[in-house]
């Protein structure tokens, strides 16, 4: 089959984390035999961010991890979509995509039917921006692929798609795996970016006073870290080493004993039951996790079997001196976390999802049963 996508980038992952969920439904999608090509803008942000703090070699690294993937940077005032499209059999948009290049290709849609065009919602402006998500022009798309339910749901409700299907991300079990035997480095890892202050009294609450209260060895990943968010992490005692490319994350995680979810606010508030793509990579790197309140609607895990929940910072910290005390109940949570990830979330499964999606596309099914295909839930808005 010959998949198209376009997406922001798949060279970078600065402040990018939809690129991990891509780079490994794209190394599904090679492994298995298909055609794929990814689109991405020749000045993405990401890219451009990534090269100016870091230069070439990220890019040379990424070529390296992630041999036979490529990307096809485009000019988008002199994209032919009739060259990148002919042929195809399936095209995946993502939300990162302006405006009238989704316009574009839905039209190039309605012209040429012999493929199926999905458009990819892994964020939270739905709720956020939604004059903005309002604004893509989906008509001529056969549906949409909402990384949650209640994302899903929004684009039914609001009229914004005739069909949609809910497809999480999940992990690249070709890269995230534990590393038994790594060299330790120290108690507590986080890996995340400070961002635009969605998640600061979080961190504050659920990572950075129970580093400081516990005198934990702590070590924090990120970017966008401006300056007052780096005191805050030297009062607190941790160490802050800055961008870590994504797929050497499974080696960090090996080299500490636990690590920590803390999700954004619009996530925890209006899109209950999104993750974030970390929690199915921590998993599956077999570390112990304790995540501050999240509602899992969608029961993609077993809270207290798969992961430990703190409901205020005083229970983060007791549970993190827990795992450092009882070294078989961190072991035994991290078996079952990591367990859970190889029986339902990983990219194969993901791409089975969407195998799945476009055979019934293709076959005209457009509505079968609820539970036919585990995690991507087909909807019409009739």
């Given at each position: ?18 690129a ?25 942000w ?42 195809a ?168 004993k636990?690590?920590?979810h803390?999700p ?23 570390i ?13 895990f ?37 367990e ?43």
């Open positions: 089959m010959r998949v198209r996508m376009f997406y922001h980038s798949l060279l970078s992952d600065w402040n990018h984390g939809n991990h969920f891509l780079r490994g439904v794209v190394s599904e999608l090679l492994a298995r035999g298909h055609d794929v090509q990814v689109y991405e803008p020749h000045d993405s990401s890219l451009q961010n990534l090269l100016r703090e870091h230069g070439e070699a990220p890019v040379a690294e990424f070529y390296a991890a992630y041999p036979g993937q490529r990307s096809i940077r485009y000019q988008e005032d002199a994209f032919d979509l009739d060259e990148a499209l002919e042929g059999d399936l095209v995946i948009v993502h939300e990162w995509t302006g405006h009238e290049l989704v316009r574009r290709i839905g039209q190039h849609r309605k012209l040429h039917r012999g493929y199926r065009l999905l458009f990819h919602d892994t964020h939270h402006r739905a709720v956020t921006a939604p004059e903005a998500m309002a604004a893509y022009d989906l008509s001529h798309y056969d549906g949409v692929l909402a990384y949650g339910a209640v994302l899903r749901d929004i684009y039914l409700k609001r009229g914004w798609a005739a069909s949609a299907w809910t497809w999480h991300e999940a992990a690249d079990l070709r890269v995230f795996r534990p590393m038994p035997g790594a060299p330790q480095d120290g108690d507590l890892i986080w890996i995340g970016n400070w961002g635009d202050e969605e998640r600061s009294a979080e961190l504050r609450e659920y990572l950075l006073d129970p580093i400081r209260a516990l005198g934990l060895a702590a070590r924090v990943y990120g970017v966008r870290y401006p300056d007052h968010a780096r005191c805050a992490l030297e009062e607190s005692g941790a160490s802050y080493g800055g961008w870590l490319a994504n797929f050497k994350a499974p080696q960090a995680y090996a080299a500490f636990m690590t920590v803390v954004r606010r619009p996530y925890v508030e209006a899109l209950p039951g999104i993750p974030t793509i970390r929690v199915f990579e921590a998993l599956a790197c077999g112990p996790l304790v995540c501050s309140p999240w509602e899992d609607v969608e029961n993609l077993t809270p207290g079997s798969d992961y430990l929940v703190a409901r205020d910072g005083r229970e983060m910290a007791r549970h993190l001196r827990m795992l450092l005390n009882e070294p078989d109940t961190a072991s035994e949570l991290a078996r079952h976390g990591r859970t990830i190889l029986s339902r979330h990983s990219c194969a499964h993901r791409v089975d999802e969407l195998l799945a999606i476009h055979s019934r596309l293709v076959h005209g099914a457009t509505r079968p049963g609820p539970q036919l295909i585990q995690g991507a839930v087909p909807i019409s808005s009739a």
